[in-house]
């Protein structure tokens, strides 16, 4: 079980060695297939070049439990880029991931560039499509904040998304989008079947916080693709 932090003005440290107003509480259970594991157990990964593809599921969950692990934290700031965080708290990311996986530093590199980078755009991206742009007003949006988010993490996350910087971004992206035009490609499958594809696809791969879509990797590809089957 993933512990949660919770407000509190005593200001004790964390149980992760994070000192900050506030102290860590065993909340609900998050991800258990990794996080509630034995002692000394690890889950296993096998590599392609830079990106994890097997066994079964447990790419996309690996993604998700360093995704658990940037959000619970309270470490990272959330108005700025992947790039732009702080070296030290990537140092600890990997230190805490590889606790639950079966990494060594020939990963370390990949998992804190491509696949955090990706996971961090993509807990943005669903955090403002369900709880910012989902509602009008400042009074409905602050009362609908991410779980996984504190009160002051959202503050300023909406701030930042309110700025006109960021606003006339958002538009030129929802213009582009609103260009281009979806071509079928002949094949063994029908046109819904394929747009069904796409869908999972696209929400799988998910948009940067300015709502550009992000590139479908081969995993993805593998994942959704019925076998034998090709656009």
């Known amino acids: 079980m993933v512990k949660r932090f ?3 003005p005593n200001g004790d440290e964390s149980a992760l060695g994070l000192c900050t107003a ?9 991800l258990p297939k990794v996080f509630d594991q034995p002692n ?3 889950l296993e990964l096998v590599w392609k070049g830079r990106q994890p593809v097997g066994p079964r599921k447990h790419p996309s969950l690996f993604s998700e439990s360093l995704g658990v692990l940037m959000a619970t934290s309270r470490r990272f700031d ?3 880029n992947w790039e732009l965080q702080d070296v030290g708290d990537k140092e600890w990311l990997w230190d805490n991931i ?3 996986w079966e990494l060594d530093e020939t990963r370390k590199e990949p998992t804190l560039a491509v696949i955090s980078g990706d996971e961090f755009r993509n807990k943005k991206s669903k955090w403002k499509r369900n709880f910012y742009t989902h509602y009008a007003t400042y009074e409905e949006r602050i ?5 996984q988010l504190s009160q002051q993490e959202w503050v300023q996350l909406m701030e930042f998304w309110d700025t006109p910087e960021h606003q006339a971004i958002s538009k030129r992206n929802r213009a ?7 071509k079928h490609a002949a094949g063994r499958i029908s046109f819904p079947q394929f747009e069904e594809i796409m869908h999972k696809m696209k929400d799988l791969a998910g948009i940067d916080e ?14 959704v693709m019925p076998p034998g089957m090709g656009v």
């Open 210 to 223: 300015h709502g550009t879509q992000l590139p479908l990797s081969d995993e993805i590809y593998r994942e």
């Open 6 to 8: 919770r407000e509190d």
């Open 143 to 147: 009362s609908h904040r991410p779980e």
């Open 176 to 182: 582009n989008r609103a260009k281009q035009i979806a």
């Open 22 to 30: 506030g102290k860590w509480v065993r909340g609900t259970s998050t």
């Open 98 to 100: 590889k606790d639950k």
């Open 40 to 42: 000394g157990s690890k």
């Open 78 to 80: 959330w108005t700025k």
